[in-house]
């Protein structure tokens, strides 16, 4: 099931289609490979509300993982502590399947002019 909200023109997904059955990070990594620009997130937090917010405006329709909205959503943010080695664990991004990281690597990457190639690669960014 996805969703586009009118305010943000970002596609919401429920992150546990199937089953999680094994490895949460083994889950994530689908997950983040099934769509150019993916992010987990919880809703209510101010980073992840920021993340969302630059990559609509420049016109990039991310999927969206609200992990808090999610019953798989707490063994799944662990799985992403464990993978950045940092807490709080949300805003991850993925792009092309890749990590890019947290909202301090994604900032990094936009302001050093590297975000927008990594986007017209994945298909994610057109012009």
Same mark, same amino acid.
């Given at each position: 099931?996805?969703?586009?909200?009118?305010? =943000?023109?970002?596609?919401?997904?429920?992150?546990?289609?199937?089953?999680?059955?094994?490895?949460?990070? &083994?889950? !994530? &990594?689908?997950?983040?490979?099934?769509?150019?620009?993916?992010? @987990?997130? !919880?809703?209510?937090?101010?980073?992840?509300?920021?993340?969302?917010?630059? @990559?609509?405006?420049?016109?990039?329709?991310?999927?969206?993982?609200?992990?808090?909205?999610?019953?798989? %959503?707490?063994?799944? &943010?662990?799985?992403?502590?464990?993978?950045?080695?940092?807490?709080?664990?949300?805003?991850?991004? @993925?792009?092309? %399947?890749?990590?890019? %990281?947290?909202?301090?690597?994604?900032?990094?990457?936009?302001?050093?002019?590297?975000?927008?190639?990594?986007?017209? &690669?994945?298909?994610?960014? =057109?012009?």
């Amino acid at each position: 099931m996805q969703y586009q909200t009118e305010s =943000w023109g970002c596609s919401y997904m429920p992150s546990s289609r199937g089953a999680l059955g094994g490895d949460p990070l &083994e889950h !994530i &990594e689908r997950l983040a490979s099934e769509n150019a620009v993916v992010i @987990f997130s !919880i809703s209510s937090c101010c980073m992840c509300h920021a993340v969302k917010r630059l @990559f609509c405006g420049m016109g990039v329709n991310p999927t969206v993982y609200e992990l808090d909205e999610d019953p798989k %959503g707490k063994d799944m &943010e662990k799985a992403l502590m464990r993978l950045l080695g940092t807490s709080p664990a949300v805003p991850v991004v @993925f792009i092309g %399947g890749k990590l890019v %990281g947290s909202m301090d690597r994604v900032m990094a990457s936009h302001i050093n002019g590297t975000l927008v190639p990594l986007l017209k &690669e994945a298909g994610a960014l =057109w012009l």
